[in-house]
């Protein structure tokens, strides 16, 4: 390694719920991260998170604003400097792109239960606890408890194609209350 590599990553909301994507590569391969990537030479980091999140996740989003800048240092073979933005869903179709194995909408409750089954990176887990997405202490919850049929009208994940040689973890998602899509679903975008 002998550049620093400076990069994006988007905390995207669509009204309560994070959008996050499972990592298909390593480092980290299987776990669930923000989606972003690399800014090329000339491109604002505005114009690389909406492009990078649009290849990852298939969404559009609009930009808010800068929520923080981190600098990930793993020698001898990483230094990288990461903008961390925040946006908002303004469209598109939820679908993985090569980078990822599944995208998926989560809420508060998902996303500790998602921390505390060790399924986020060190970093976005340190990152949504900042922007106060995993609360230290639990959200306090509404009186009533949603249905099952309440949870099943979430906004499903979306996978891509994979080899049977790649895990996707539908199984966990499922325990964890989250229904991946079937493949009638995925073909409707």
């Known amino acids: 390694m002998d550049k620093i590599r400076v990069g994006c990553a988007v905390v995207a909301r669509e009204g309560k719920r994070v959008v996050l994507g499972r990592r298909g590569k390593d480092p980290f391969y299987g776990k669930w991260v923000l989606p972003g990537g690399g800014v090329e030479l000339f491109e604002r980091f505005n114009d690389t ?27 001898p073979k990483e230094h990288r400097i990461v903008i961390f933005v925040q946006a908002r869903v303004s469209g598109g179709c939820a679908l993985a792109g090569s980078d990822l194995l599944e995208v998926s909408y989560f809420s508060r409750e998902q996303l500790r239960a998602l921390a505390a089954s060790d399924e ?30 309440m949870v099943s009208r979430a906004r499903p994940a979306f996978r891509r194609r994979t080899t049977s040689a790649q895990p996707v973890g539908g199984v966990q998602l499922e325990l964890m209350g989250i229904r991946p899509a079937s493949t009638d679903e995925a073909s409707a975008c």
């Open 49 to 75: 998170a909406k492009r990078e999140f649009q290849e990852e996740t298939g969404l559009d989003i609009m930009i808010e604003h800068i929520s923080k800048v981190e600098e990930i240092i793993a020698e």
């Open 120 to 149: 986020l990176t060190p970093t976005v887990q340190r990152v949504l606890t900042e922007l106060g997405w995993l609360a230290l202490a639990p959200v306090p919850s509404r009186k009533r408890r949603p249905s099952p049929t």
